[in-house]
């Protein structure tokens, strides 16, 4: 299992802005105070951001989501762009609704319009190759944003969290869950004596990171499944098998349903699925409720992970149905991909901060990845609310 960590990144009084992140707030700038002896210092500093606006004003960004049904994309594109406006650029932000043609079409538009540069959340990371080539061709520069693209030279940079430890952060959850481990991740000093049950899901296929989401957590789990502590009654734990296309919360349902009735129907007991994303989770539990487990954790659901911090899926945390998430806070990675795209437009290069993880398939793509953290009921008010992620309301009612 990897160790390296990465330090948070700072951000500058030029990216501090209020964000609409899921409805939640966002950072807010510093108070203002300076001292008589740096007025000066100031005014010029005041005049150079100034003219740096009227600059970025006569620049465009094009800002590729993927879809709208799920909320996390919501918060991104409107993180994005919020900051990028508040910088002085134009903003053409567009969502491809988890259709491959449609996004290749929105691209093709902004690159033909003029863009001075891309910041892309691909649906499918092998399906953009001549829109890369035609940015390329006009110098626009190419920011991947949370999903890599591959096969092509012309991604010049990558922005997203360490996937490979979001996914043994999800595994470490399960194993809390299922009473191996504490929540500060030591082993436990009374954990189960007989094998533990548990089922296996994975994320979309052409979706990059679902790979290292899968492969951080079953690195992780490998020491339990090889001395049969852990066991996956189904047999189902390649990646092929489990892994679930578009992240669809109704195809993550269904192959619950069909697990219960293939795999659980002659009375043997599950106690923990392994779930990538909180709308594969939500299908796994309304399956596991639907089969009369449940309802919630105390009364005998399995234990079920999950990724985003979706409010619906918080909502369930906290009233004991969902057992964790994986917080990835949007805030900070939109402020790191207007940071990358700062210095490409000033004619510099970002500086990353890992050289070596992220091969396309052609090249190796300079990233700065960021750090994420679990959620479970006892972490909500301190990671997500006095954060201003969202508010206690909102964790209440679910939305």
């Known amino acids: 299992m990897r160790t390296k960590r990465f330090a948070a990144i700072a951000l500058g009084a030029a990216l501090a802005v209020t964000l609409a992140a899921c409805g939640g707030e966002g950072a807010s700038g510093g108070d203002g ?11 010029s500093s005041g005049e150079q951001a100034a003219g740096d606006a009227t600059a970025a004003g006569d ?5 590729a989501m993927p879809t709208e049904t799920s ?3 919501i918060a991104d594109g409107n993180a ?4 990028l406006e508040k910088l002085g650029y134009k903003v053409d932000l567009q969502y491809a609704n988890d259709d491959i043609p449609t996004q290749s079409q929105q691209i093709d538009q902004m690159i033909t319009q003029g863009v001075s540069l891309l910041i892309i959340a691909s649906i499918d990371g092998t399906a953009l190759s001549s829109q890369l080539d035609a940015a390329a061709a006009k110098k626009i520069p190419v920011i991947a944003y949370d999903r890599l693209i591959n096969g092509n030279p012309n991604v010049d940079f990558y922005v997203t969290f360490d996937n490979y430890k979001v996914g043994v952060q999800q595994a470490t959850a399960l194993l809390v869950g299922l009473g191996f481990l504490n929540a500060d991740g030591s082993d436990a000093s009374n954990p189960p004596s007989d094998p533990v049950n548990i089922e296996v899901f994975a994320g979309s296929p052409d979706d990059n990171n679902a790979g290292f989401f899968f492969n951080g957590a079953m690195d992780t789990l490998k020491p339990y499944l090889d001395d049969g ?3 996956v009654p189904s047999g189902q734990t390649d990646f092929d098998t489990v892994a679930t296309l578009r992240w669809s919360q109704e195809a993550a349902q269904t192959r619950m349903e069909n697990l219960l009735t293939s795999t659980y129907s002659g009375g043997t007991k599950l106690q923990g699925v392994l779930s990538p994303f ?20 105390t009364d005998g659901l399995p234990v079920v992970t999950g990724q985003d911090a979706e409010i619906a899926s918080v909502t369930l945390i906290n009233q004991d149905v969902q057992q964790s998430t994986i917080f990835k806070d949007t805030r900070k990675l939109a402020a790191q991909a207007v940071s990358a795209a700062q210095d490409f437009l000033a004619g510099k290069a970002p500086e990353p901060n890992d050289t070596t993880t992220y091969n396309n398939g052609v090249k190796v793509v300079p990233s700065f990845l960021l750090e994420s953290d679990i959620v ?5 008010k301190s990671l997500l609310v006095d954060s201003g992620y969202y508010t206690a309301e909102q964790v209440e009612k679910g939305q």
């Open 33 to 43: 105070n300076e001292s008589t002896s740096s007025s000066s210092a100031a005014q």
């Open 59 to 63: 620049k465009t960004v094009g800002v």
């Open 71 to 73: 909320e996390r994309w």
């Open 80 to 83: 994005v762009k919020s900051q």
């Open 229 to 231: 502590r852990i066991v």
């Open 278 to 297: 909180d709308g594969i989770s939500r299908g796994i539990i309304t399956a596991l409720q639907g089969a009369g487990f449940g309802p919630k954790l």
């Open 376 to 380: 479970y009921k006892d972490d909500i």
